[in-house]
């Protein structure tokens, strides 16, 4: 977990360095923002329509009107997220443990459903579309 949870970390240090944006900032971007709105695309996919899309694209445009100091926002976003992932320490994990598991382990599991469900939807399209 240690090792998992250095790498992620120095990659978003690294985004930090090249970006211009804080430590904080980047991890709102990517799980708060960059994630569920990929999983929406994909839903969408699966789903041969633009709803989840849609109401993720508007819910993004109200958050950004709405949110006046993105670095204060993510500075509480953030450090909620932290309290989040503390309280599974008294089920004996760790802070770090915790930050690999819901964010590394538990994302990739949704994106292997949702890839898989994807591809299964496009293999469908076309074999329906052959057999026109």
């Known amino acids: ?41 994909l839903l969408d996919k699966i789903m041969q329509k633009h709803y989840f899309k849609a109401v993720a694209i508007i819910i993004l445009i109200f958050a950004v009107l709405y949110i006046d100091d993105f670095e204060h926002f993510s500075k509480i976003t953030f450090n909620t997220a932290v309290q989040f992932l503390n309280t599974f320490n008294a089920i004996g994990s760790t802070y770090k443990a915790s930050s690999v598991v819901i964010c590394i382990f538990i994302p990739v599991l949704i994106y292997w459903i949702l890839i898989s469900k994807t591809l299964a939807v496009i293999k469908t399209k076309r074999l329906s579309n052959t057999n026109k």
């Open 1 to 41: 977990m240690e090792y998992l949870f250095q790498i992620v970390y120095r990659f978003l240090k690294f985004l930090e360095k090249i970006s211009g944006f804080s430590y904080e900032e980047i991890n709102i971007i990517i799980w708060f923002i960059l994630i569920p709105l990929s999983w929406m695309f």
